[in-house]
């Protein structure tokens, strides 16, 4: 008789777009449009002081542009999720899941790990730094609740570059 490991394997996958429009305004990118509210406060007195509004807020959308150009490629973070120890009903066991960064620039990630519900109650989250080619790794607990085969669900990866 061949029985099956108690540990299950390590899963990897290279990081991919979650749909058509992988990207977006970051906070900084609304406060230093909000910043250029300010401008509005002596277009009271001189109606032409509204073109500098216009240009604070093109010079704003080219940094973020050029900032959107920085992002790497979709596939520039590999994840990798093990399993610490087998897992036992109702015993808590250790997840780590580990992130190396491929691309050239550094990121800031934050990692929502879909366990299902019988493993956690509630989706683990972290938030990592990777530095050009660095590696981290973030740990989370399950306890089993009930017996049998569950389907881990996806890593979902946001990642934000050190501009914001």
Not at 132 to 150: K, L, M
Request: one cysteine or more; hydrophobic letters at 50%.
């Amino acid at each position: 008789m061949i029985a099956r490991p108690l540990v299950p394997p390590a899963v990897s996958a290279m990081s991919a777009p979650g749909g058509r429009v992988s990207f977006a305004f970051g906070p900084r990118f609304f406060l230093l449009l909000a910043a250029g509210v300010l401008i509005v406060i002596p277009a009271w007195l001189d109606g032409r002081v509204l073109w500098i509004l216009a240009l604070w807020n093109l010079i704003v959308l080219g940094v973020w542009l050029v900032d959107l150009k920085r992002i790497p490629t979709h596939n520039a973070v590999r994840a990798t999720r093990s399993w610490r120890s087998p897992l036992s009903l109702g015993i808590a066991a250790q997840v780590s899941l580990e992130l190396r960064n491929d691309a050239g620039t550094p990121l800031d990630i934050e990692v929502l790990d879909d366990a299902p519900s019988e493993l956690r109650s509630d989706a683990a989250r972290a938030t990592v730094t990777l530095a050009p080619g660095g590696q981290a790794t973030t740990e989370y607990e399950i306890v089993p609740r009930r017996r049998g085969d569950v389907e881990v669900g996806r890593a979902w990866l946001g990642g934000c570059k050190p501009w914001g």
